[in-house]
């Protein structure tokens, strides 16, 4: 007989490992949960907004209990430069009441809450612990060393939820070398505000309502990134995450970055007279369906960060992962079932993926980030000539406004010309395709 | 409002010091003598690495790591494992 401590080991406590040990130990499986922080949480950084859908199938209503912020009503978009925005967004009663669509959280306190269900429902949970490598026998996963004296753990199945730098699933050979253009660094401060302030500066009616700002466009010179300021219940997160190699290649500092992010007129208003009470950096996956590794072997499933599951565009992650750590669980379920914990079982893993939003969103947008590699100025220009044709329109000066919109259309046409306009568009539609 | 340096807010971070070993390295310090760019000076948010020009070498101020991954992706010769187990920073908020 071999070795056998549990039937599963789950590394990393985040959305993802959390979510797979939950469903195993509901099942009644024998599953240890390993995180190397003090606490779940306690490394873990995300903008963050939290999807409802996949963890409300987990556990139903969870937001009742779960020390969310505020459920988010209204989201806004700005493209900006260094003097004015220009803002759309969405606010829906729609989201204003049960079950809700998403909401602001602090990781570090919800991923504690997380961890205290997962042990309710059965699972071990070992904190301060960091798993090195895993061990192999005749090809198989068969286990996990772990940084503690005789610290060798052996289970039919390992989960690995082990974030984005994932050394798990590298030194197994399932993924490529993940390069500077395909990570972004996201650095946020939590800025504290009364409750009042929160609710006046967005203008929602109290606490529970929260706004959401995604901040992108010239301001950024020309690197690939997004800003954001979230609303929590006395506080605000602000923070901006950019492509690793734009900040290589632009010298910049981050902190410079959020610094200058701060002080710009359309979002000192926001924050202003608020204590600094955090600052916080990680890194965020962002190469896409591509950059995906092979996301099983045998004895050996990688869910979450770990297999590159964010989708940027739409700053979702942690839905993703809660979403991969539930199926690699089912998956597990399976498998036990037949009794056969091999790659071709655990491939069903991949299959079940497919069949979700998880690799059906980030497969739709998978040539995206070349499309930005290669035209920066998308991200740049197009913005720009908006935001200036917005300024025009609205500036009333004693210009006709026929000549206004003369003018609009030829600095469109000296700007782009028709023909590279036209290529651009049908470039985006043939990369979205 | 008061810009913030990056020391000022290193303060409100919580940390558990590993005063025995260092989490973080590089692999060949000679390559660093004639590395151009010099990006782990200026990509880290908690500024750890640091020019001594004296010494001709990078000085690693590792207790102040946020643990982001950020130099590990940013030059190959930056050796980076995770801290051990329960050390390092410990967010209050996330
Ligand atoms: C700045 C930023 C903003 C973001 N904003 C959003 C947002 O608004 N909405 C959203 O949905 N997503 C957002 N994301 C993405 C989201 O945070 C991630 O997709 C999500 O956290 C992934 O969950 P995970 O469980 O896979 O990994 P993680 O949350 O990274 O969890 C991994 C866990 O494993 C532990 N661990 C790692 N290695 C080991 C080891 N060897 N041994 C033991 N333990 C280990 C870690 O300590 C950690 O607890 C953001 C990310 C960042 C960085
Ligand atoms: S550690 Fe890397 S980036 Fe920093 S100086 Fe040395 S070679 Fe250059
Ligand atoms: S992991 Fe991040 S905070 Fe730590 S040294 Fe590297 S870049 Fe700096």
Same mark, same amino acid.
């Given at each position: 007989? +071999?070795?056998?401590?549990?039937?599963?080991?789950?590394?990393?406590?985040?959305?993802?490992? *959390?979510?797979?040990?939950?469903?195993?130990?509901?099942?009644?499986?024998?599953? !240890?949960?390993?995180?190397?922080?003090?606490?779940?949480?306690?490394?873990?950084?995300?903008?963050?907004?939290?999807?409802?859908?996949?963890?409300?199938?987990?556990?139903?209503? &969870?937001?009742?209990?779960?020390?969310?912020?505020?459920?988010?009503? %209204?989201?806004?978009?700005?493209?900006?430069?260094?003097?004015?925005?220009?803002?759309?967004? !969405?606010?829906?009663?729609?989201?204003? /009441?049960?079950?809700?669509?998403? &909401?602001?959280?602090? +990781?570090?306190?919800?991923? $504690?809450?997380?961890?205290?269900?997962?042990?309710?429902?059965?699972?071990?949970?070992?904190?301060?612990?960091?798993?090195?490598?895993?061990?192999?026998?005749?090809?198989?996963?068969?286990?996990?060393?772990?940084? +503690?004296?005789?610290?060798?753990?052996?289970?039919?199945?390992?989960?690995?939820?082990?974030?984005?730098? /994932? &050394?798990?699933?590298?030194?197994?050979?399932?993924?490529?070398?993940?390069?500077?253009?395909?990570?972004?660094?996201?650095?946020?401060?939590?800025?504290?505000?009364?409750? %009042?302030?929160? #609710?006046?500066?967005?203008?929602?009616?109290?606490?529970?309502?929260?706004?959401?700002?995604?901040? @992108?466009?010239? &301001?950024?010179?020309?690197?690939?990134?997004?800003?954001?300021?979230? @609303?929590?219940?006395?506080?605000?997160?602000?923070?901006?995450?950019?492509?690793?190699?734009?900040?290589?290649?632009?010298?910049? #500092?981050?902190?410079?970055?959020?610094?200058?992010?701060?002080?710009?007129?359309?979002?000192?208003?926001?924050?202003?007279?608020?204590?600094?009470? %955090?600052?916080?950096?990680?890194? !965020?996956?962002?190469?896409?369906?591509?950059?995906?590794? $092979?996301?099983? @072997?045998?004895?050996?499933?990688?869910?979450?960060?770990?297999?590159?599951?964010?989708?940027?565009?739409?700053?979702?992650?942690?839905?993703?992962?809660?979403?991969?750590?539930?199926?690699?669980?089912?998956?597990? *379920?399976?498998?036990?079932?037949?009794?056969?914990? /091999?790659?071709?079982?655990?491939?069903?893993?991949?299959?079940?993926?497919?069949?979700?939003?998880?690799?059906?969103?980030?497969?739709?947008?998978?040539?995206?980030?070349?499309?930005?590699?290669?035209?920066?100025?998308?991200?740049?220009?197009?913005?720009?000539?908006? !935001?200036?044709?917005?300024?025009?329109?609205?500036?009333?000066?004693? @210009?006709?406004?026929? %000549?206004?919109?003369?003018?609009?259309?030829?600095?469109?046409?000296?700007?782009?010309?028709?023909?590279?306009?036209?290529?651009?568009?049908?470039?985006?539609?043939?990369?979205?395709? | 409002?008061?810009?913030?340096?990056?020391?000022?807010?290193?303060?409100?971070?919580?940390?558990?010091?590993? =005063?025995?070993?260092? =989490?973080?390295?590089?692999?060949?310090?000679?390559?660093?003598?004639?590395?151009?760019?010099?990006?782990?000076?200026?990509?880290?948010?908690?500024?750890?690495?640091?020019?001594?020009?004296?010494?001709?070498?990078?000085?690693?101020?590792?207790?102040?790591?946020?643990?982001?991954?950020?130099?590990?992706?940013?030059?190959?010769?930056?050796?980076?494992?995770?801290?051990?187990?329960?050390?390092?920073?410990?967010?209050?908020?996330?």
């Amino acid at each position: 007989m +071999r070795k056998k401590d549990f039937d599963v080991i789950v590394v990393g406590a985040g959305p993802a490992g *959390l979510a797979a040990a939950y469903v195993l130990a509901k099942a009644g499986v024998d599953v !240890i949960i390993i995180e190397r922080g003090k606490f779940p949480g306690a490394k873990n950084v995300m903008g963050g907004i939290f999807y409802r859908k996949p963890m409300d199938d987990l556990i139903p209503e &969870f937001y009742k209990e779960a020390p969310v912020e505020r459920h988010i009503i %209204e989201q806004r978009m700005w493209f900006m430069d260094d003097v004015s925005h220009f803002s759309m967004g !969405i606010r829906t009663q729609k989201h204003n /009441s049960e079950p809700y669509n998403c &909401f602001s959280v602090l +990781r570090a306190q919800f991923d $504690k809450w997380f961890s205290k269900k997962v042990v309710e429902a059965g699972a071990l949970l070992i904190n301060e612990t960091v798993v090195t490598e895993p061990i192999v026998e005749d090809g198989k996963v068969v286990g996990v060393r772990t940084d +503690r004296p005789q610290g060798d753990l052996y289970a039919d199945c390992v989960i690995a939820a082990d974030g984005v730098q /994932s &050394f798990l699933a590298k030194s197994l050979g399932l993924r490529k070398k993940i390069t500077p253009d395909k990570v972004a660094l996201g650095v946020k401060e939590i800025i504290s505000l009364s409750e %009042e302030q929160v #609710n006046d500066r967005f203008g929602v009616k109290d606490v529970n309502e929260g706004v959401t700002i995604e901040i @992108t466009g010239p &301001f950024l010179k020309g690197m690939e990134g997004m800003a954001w300021i979230y @609303t929590n219940k006395s506080s605000v997160s602000i923070g901006i995450g950019v492509i690793i190699d734009d900040l290589i290649k632009h010298n910049m #500092n981050p902190n410079d970055l959020l610094e200058s992010l701060k002080s710009h007129p359309s979002v000192l208003p926001l924050i202003e007279g608020g204590e600094t009470m %955090e600052y916080l950096a990680h890194v !965020i996956p962002e190469g896409g369906y591509k950059s995906i590794p $092979k996301m099983y @072997t045998d004895g050996f499933m990688v869910a979450g960060d770990a297999a590159m599951l964010v989708d940027s565009v739409h700053r979702e992650g942690s839905n993703l992962a809660v979403e991969s750590g539930k199926l690699a669980a089912r998956t597990y *379920l399976e498998a036990k079932e037949a009794g056969d914990f /091999s790659e071709k079982t655990l491939s069903r893993y991949q299959d079940k993926l497919e069949e979700t939003f998880v690799l059906q969103d980030l497969k739709y947008y998978r040539n995206l980030p070349e499309l930005l590699e290669e035209k920066r100025y998308l991200l740049t220009e197009y913005p720009q000539f908006l !935001i200036d044709a917005m300024v025009e329109i609205y500036t009333v000066d004693g @210009t006709p406004k026929p %000549e206004k919109f003369r003018k609009i259309k030829d600095e469109l046409k000296n700007r782009f010309g028709y023909v590279g306009l036209a290529k651009d568009l049908y470039t985006i539609w043939r990369k979205l395709r | 409002m008061k810009k913030l340096r990056i020391e000022d807010k290193l303060y409100l971070v919580g940390y558990n010091v590993d =005063h025995e070993y260092s =989490h973080l390295g590089i692999s060949d310090p000679e390559v660093c003598k004639t590395c151009e760019k010099k990006q782990c000076t200026y990509v880290c948010p908690a500024s750890v690495y640091t020019w001594d020009e004296k010494e001709q070498k990078i000085n690693i101020n590792y207790d102040a790591c946020l643990e982001c991954g950020t130099c590990r992706f940013a030059c190959d010769y930056i050796t980076w494992k995770y801290p051990r187990g329960g050390f390092g920073v410990a967010y209050k908020f996330g």
